[in-house]
Nanobody
């Protein structure tokens, strides 16, 4: 059974930084593109950043230049370094494969950015 355990969220002031981590059980990372997604209150979940097995990355325009996704295949973890945070980055953040698999959605981690 695949489990994705999220950590690293919290409350931060605008302009601050946070690093999110996602640890997975099983071999989910080994053959899959991984991604971070987020869902703000009242909005649909959106894709934020993705990383291929080889390490190439892609970012949503809204976070490009501010967020960095990385992966450690040996440790089955994926990270999201978030800098220059804005209030509009406030959301619950989730990792999953890309494209996402419904049963892999975990609890996520809440990021709140105050102005």
């Amino acid at each position: 059974q695949v489990q994705l355990v999220h950590s690293g969220g919290g409350l931060v002031q605008a302009g601050g930084s946070l690093t999110l981590s996602c640890a997975a059980s099983g071999n989910i990372f080994r053959f899959n593109t991984m991604a971070w997604y987020r869902q703000a209150p009242g909005k649909q979940r959106e894709w934020v950043a993705g990383i291929f097995t080889g390490g190439s990355t892609n970012y949503a325009d809204s976070v490009k230049g501010r967020f960095t996704i990385s992966r450690d295949n040996a440790k089955n973890t994926v990270h999201l370094q978030m800098n220059s945070l804005k209030p509009e980055d406030t959301a619950a953040y989730y990792c999953n494969v890309d494209p996402p698999i419904y049963r892999y959605w975990g609890q996520g981690t809440q990021v709140t950015v105050s102005s």
